[in-house]
Structures are given as structure tokens and as C-alpha cells.
């Protein structure tokens, strides 16, 4: 048993390396798209089954636009940086849903939803485009299976240690310390990564498509004014702080308007 754990391992860490073209880093991820994507969509439209989707309205017109324009921007950058057909699985759909839960997300293989709670505070079609190039990078990013194989890495490692340990005491306190330790050190701060990368990369998208990246600090500060301060320690946080994606989208705005203008985009929402 000992060497089956050992060998699935092995197996994993030599399989489990696909680049992310934004980047140019290795990432953790053995599940492939095909595998991935038909179980997303699958869940995606049982919840829209579920829920109360906004047709036809104004605001639902706007999600889909400004979806449709910042997906076409990451296949322009795509095809201009040497990818041509990385999104040739993907299908982008954008859906607002009646609900005053303050949130957006998506679903591996471009599958976005955006709820109405959020509009009051992106107010405007450009703060619409800072969270929508954030959902959308999560899914150009394959954040979703890299979180499938971090907790399939997470289970693997328990399976490991119980299978290696005899003693019942200290078994016990290896299971304690160890589902501790992997999320403080291990899942958190894996979560908190992908969050940064997908708000540098939905940075950059969003400035291609035509939307001004300075506005996305303005966005989290007014998210960050509706928490009212009542938010976790970062470290215990599958986000960063607010203060944190300010700090850094203040930083990263003039390099997204830069590679903006490698497109020819210099003027802005």
C-alpha cells in the first residue's frame, strides 16, 4: 500500500505540469479539460434551473456584453502571444441571477454568473468589467481543476499518513495537525493565488477590451467599504484583504494600460 501511495505520487508530480500562458509558470493540474468541462456545465445548468435568471433587461444586456468583450480580448492576446487554440473547448456564457448576495463566479470552461447584489457597487459598465475580468481569468487559468488537484494531493497525503502510522495516539494527532496545517499552509494560501493572479490577469484582459484597468482599485475600495470591516484575517482567508487587491491593482494599472496598447488601446471607459 505504502508504495501504491508512493507511485501515485510520482506519477502525479511528472503528469502535473501544463503552463499557464498568462504567466509562463507550471501549474498543479492533472485533470484534463474534457474531463473538467462537461461536469461544470452540467452543474451550471442545474443551477440556472434553480435560480432566477434576468432576461432581457438592461443590466442582464450589460453582463453579456461586457463578457462577450473581455473573452474576446484574452482570445486576441492568446492568439497574438502563440496560443491560437487554447480556448477551443471553452464556452463562454454570462448570467445574471435575481439575488442580493454581493458575488459573482465562475465555472471551469467560461461559465459566469453574476448576481444583482453586486451591481450597486460596480455602478458602472466599467466596474462590471473589473469582476467580470476576474471570473473570466479564473477560467483561462483553470483555477478549477488546480483546486480539484491540490485537494486530490490533500487526500493523498491523509491516505499516506494513515496507512504509514500504527500507533493509534499519534495517528490521531497527525490527523489533527495534519488537516490544520494543510489548509493554514497549504489551501488557504493556494486559494489566496489564484485570487491574485486572476485579479492581475483580469487586470490585463479588461484594459484590452477597451475598459480603464485605474478603475478596479476604485471598485474594491467601495467592496471594501460595503464590508464594513468585517472580514477575516487574511491568513485565514481564501481571498487576499481588501487593502492587499487595492495595493496591488494600483501598482499593476499602468502595466495592464501598457499591454493594452500593444492592440492599440489607448483610450478608455
Same mark, same amino acid.
Given at each position: 500500500?505504502?508504495?501504491?501511495?508512493?507511485? &501515485?505520487?510520482?506519477?502525479?508530480?511528472?503528469?502535473?505540469?501544463?503552463?499557464?500562458?498568462?504567466?509562463?509558470?507550471?501549474?498543479?493540474?492533472?485533470?484534463?479539460?474534457?474531463?473538467?468541462?462537461? $461536469? %461544470?456545465? %452540467?452543474?451550471?445548468?442545474?443551477?440556472?434551473? #434553480?435560480?432566477?435568471?434576468? *432576461?432581457? *433587461?438592461?443590466?442582464?444586456?450589460?453582463?453579456?456584453? !461586457?463578457?462577450?468583450? &473581455?473573452?474576446?480580448?484574452?482570445?486576441?492576446?492568446?492568439?497574438?502571444?502563440?496560443?491560437?487554440?487554447?480556448?477551443?473547448?471553452? =464556452?463562454?456564457?454570462?448570467?445574471? @441571477?435575481?439575488?442580493?448576495?454581493?458575488?459573482?463566479?465562475?465555472?471551469?470552461?467560461?461559465?459566469? !454568473?453574476?448576481?444583482?447584489?453586486?451591481?450597486?457597487?460596480?455602478?458602472?459598465?466599467?466596474?462590471?468589467?473589473? @469582476?467580470? +475580468?476576474?471570473?473570466? %481569468?479564473? =477560467?483561462?487559468?483553470?483555477?478549477?481543476?488546480?483546486?480539484?488537484?491540490?485537494?486530490?494531493?490533500?487526500?493523498?497525503?491523509? !491516505?499516506?499518513?494513515?496507512?504509514?502510522?500504527?500507533?493509534?495516539?499519534?495517528? +490521531?494527532?497527525?490527523?489533527? =495537525?495534519?488537516?490544520?496545517? *494543510?489548509?493554514?499552509?497549504?489551501?488557504?494560501?493556494? $486559494?489566496?493565488?489564484? #485570487?491574485?493572479? %486572476?485579479?492581475? &490577469?483580469?487586470?490585463?484582459?479588461?484594459?484590452?477590451?477597451?475598459?480603464?484597468?485605474?478603475?478596479?482599485?476604485?471598485?474594491?475600495?467601495?467592496?471594501?467599504?460595503?464590508?464594513?470591516?468585517?472580514?477575516?484575517?487574511?491568513?485565514?482567508?481564501?481571498?487576499?484583504?481588501?487593502?492587499?487587491?487595492?495595493?496591488?491593482?494600483?501598482?499593476?494599472?499602468?502595466?495592464?494600460?501598457?499591454?493594452?496598447?500593444?492592440?492599440?488601446?489607448?483610450?478608455?471607459?
Amino acid at each position: 500500500m505504502k508504495k501504491l501511495v508512493l507511485i &501515485i505520487f510520482v506519477l502525479i508530480g511528472v503528469s502535473a505540469c501544463k503552463v499557464n500562458p498568462f504567466t509562463g509558470q507550471k501549474t498543479l493540474n492533472f485533470y484534463p479539460n474534457s474531463q473538467v468541462f462537461p $461536469s %461544470a456545465f %452540467a452543474q451550471y445548468d442545474q443551477f440556472l434551473t #434553480e435560480n432566477k435568471v434576468v *432576461t432581457g *433587461t438592461a443590466d442582464a444586456q450589460m453582463i453579456t456584453r !461586457v463578457g462577450q468583450r &473581455i473573452s474576446s480580448a484574452a482570445e486576441r492576446w492568446l492568439t497574438a502571444n502563440g496560443h491560437p487554440g487554447y480556448l477551443k473547448d471553452y =464556452a463562454w456564457e454570462y448570467n445574471l @441571477v435575481n439575488d442580493e448576495t454581493v458575488n459573482a463566479w465562475c465555472m471551469p470552461g467560461g461559465k459566469i !454568473v453574476f448576481y444583482t447584489g453586486i451591481l450597486p457597487i460596480t455602478q458602472t459598465e466599467t466596474g462590471v468589467a473589473v @469582476v467580470m +475580468g476576474h471570473e473570466v %481569468a479564473h =477560467a483561462l487559468a483553470d483555477h478549477g481543476a488546480q483546486r480539484m488537484s491540490a485537494g486530490t494531493l490533500q487526500q493523498l497525503g491523509a !491516505v499516506a499518513g494513515n496507512v504509514a502510522i500504527k500507533n493509534q495516539q499519534t495517528l +490521531g494527532i497527525f490527523n489533527q =495537525a495534519y488537516g490544520v496545517g *494543510t489548509q493554514y499552509l497549504g489551501m488557504l494560501p493556494f $486559494s489566496r493565488s489564484h #485570487e491574485t493572479e %486572476a485579479d492581475r &490577469i483580469g487586470l490585463q484582459i479588461m484594459a484590452i477590451a477597451g475598459y480603464d484597468p485605474y478603475e478596479a482599485a476604485e471598485l474594491w475600495k467601495r467592496m471594501k467599504a460595503n464590508s464594513g470591516g468585517e472580514a477575516p484575517p487574511e491568513f485565514m482567508s481564501t481571498h487576499p484583504s481588501n487593502d492587499t487587491r487595492i495595493n496591488n491593482l494600483t501598482a499593476w494599472a499602468p502595466d495592464a494600460a501598457a499591454e493594452a496598447a500593444k492592440f492599440g488601446v489607448t483610450n478608455f471607459k
